[in-house]
């Protein structure tokens, strides 16, 4: 039962792991933002790894909103007071994810493509490639095609990350990769996409050098990938 429909007020403290988890879920699901940013703290109090915070209590808490979402139970401002609450507690988990002073492996470019407003899963990408040791640059939402390009010219990344949401936004992932193929380009850049709709299939298809289904694996890839790079230019 609800907090409204008892007329308690619940204690997020008195809760026990399990209880808080369920409770944050709920929280996230109607929106609030302070509610899960002091679940959020409980948690690291209680000794909980920031990156289990994040994937167990958060990322948790949205797949169920999906899951409404894709349903016709929840509909776009609801999901918006979800992704401001999961923002909030993503807010404290940044510092923690990112190791200070951790000598920098590799750079990254990462934004999301043209025509696409979802940024959650590319922010939390950010955040853990931050926590690995890899300096990011985020281009935010809605990159055509020059954003990405002029990111490039500039910031001299190793990695340039695509994230897009949307059946109807992904195959502008290639557009992009075309046009860096077409100016000479795609060579002097490690490509990594994600994003829910796409796999590792629609990855290679587009000419990625891998798709990552999540921040996890995005880490992983991005290191093997540089490793692999910086071999073979020692070799060559
Ligand atoms: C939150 C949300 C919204 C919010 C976005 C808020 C925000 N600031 O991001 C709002 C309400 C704005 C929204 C709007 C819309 N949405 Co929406 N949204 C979602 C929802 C529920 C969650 C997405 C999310 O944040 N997931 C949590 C994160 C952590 O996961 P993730 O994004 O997948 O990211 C992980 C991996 O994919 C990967 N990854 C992601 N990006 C990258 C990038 C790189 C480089 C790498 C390596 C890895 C990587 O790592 C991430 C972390 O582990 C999804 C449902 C779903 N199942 O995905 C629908 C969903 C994506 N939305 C959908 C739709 C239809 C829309 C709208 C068109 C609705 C409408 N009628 O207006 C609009 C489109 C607006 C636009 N032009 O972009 C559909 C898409 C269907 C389709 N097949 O295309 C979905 C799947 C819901 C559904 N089932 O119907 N949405």
């Given at each position: 039962?609800?907090?409204?429909?008892?007329?308690?007020?619940?204690?997020?403290?008195?809760?026990?792991?399990?209880?808080?988890?369920?409770?944050?879920?709920?929280?996230?699901?109607?929106?609030?933002?302070?509610?899960?940013?002091?679940?959020?703290?409980?948690?690291?109090?209680?000794?909980?790894?920031?990156?289990?915070?994040?994937?167990?209590?958060?990322?948790?808490?949205?797949?169920?909103?999906?899951?409404?979402?894709?349903?016709?139970?929840?509909?776009?401002?609801?999901?918006?007071?979800?992704?401001?609450?999961?923002?909030?507690?993503?807010?404290?988990?940044?510092?923690?994810?990112?190791?200070?002073?951790?000598?920098?492996?590799?750079?990254?470019?990462?934004?999301?493509?043209?025509?696409?407003?979802?940024?959650?899963?590319?922010?939390?990408?950010?955040?853990?490639?931050?926590?690995?040791?890899?300096?990011?640059?985020?281009?935010?939402?809605?990159?055509?095609?020059?954003?990405y390009l002029?990111?490039?010219?500039?910031?001299?990344?190793?990695?340039?990350?695509?994230?897009?949401?949307?059946?109807?936004?992904?195959?502008?992932?290639?557009?992009?990769?075309?046009?860096?193929?077409?100016?000479?380009?795609?060579?002097?850049?490690?490509?990594?996409?994600?994003?829910?709709?796409?796999?590792?299939?629609?990855?290679?298809?587009?000419?990625?050098d891998a798709?990552?289904?999540?921040?996890?694996?995005?880490?992983?890839?991005?290191?093997?990938?540089?490793?692999?790079?910086?071999?073979?230019?020692?070799?060559?």
């Amino acid at each position: 039962m609800s907090e409204e429909e008892t007329g308690e007020e619940i204690i997020l403290s008195e809760l026990d792991d399990a209880e808080l988890v369920e409770q944050m879920f709920d929280d996230l699901y109607d929106g609030m933002r302070e509610e899960i940013e002091e679940g959020v703290r409980i948690l690291l109090d209680r000794g909980w790894a920031p990156y289990k915070v994040l994937t167990e209590a958060l990322v948790g808490g949205m797949k169920i909103v999906g899951e409404d979402f894709r349903d016709g139970i929840l509909f776009v401002p609801e999901v918006l007071l979800a992704a401001n609450a999961m923002k909030g507690g993503m807010a404290i988990l940044k510092p923690l994810l990112a190791e200070t002073g951790a000598p920098t492996i590799g750079k990254m470019v990462i934004g999301t493509v043209k025509g696409d407003i979802h940024d959650i899963g590319k922010n939390l990408v950010s955040m853990m490639m931050e926590g690995a040791g890899f300096e990011v640059v985020d281009l935010g939402i809605n990159n055509a095609v020059e954003a990405y390009l002029e990111a490039m010219e500039a910031e001299k990344p190793d990695i340039l990350g695509m994230s897009a949401l949307l059946t109807t936004t992904m195959p502008y992932m290639k557009v992009v990769i075309d046009t860096m193929v077409a100016q000479g380009l795609r060579d002097d850049y490690i490509v990594l996409v994600g994003g829910a709709p796409l796999n590792e299939e629609f990855g290679r298809a587009i000419g990625a050098d891998a798709y990552c289904r999540d921040a996890a694996v995005a880490v992983e890839t991005a290191k093997a990938l540089i490793a692999r790079r910086h071999n073979s230019a020692a070799a060559g």
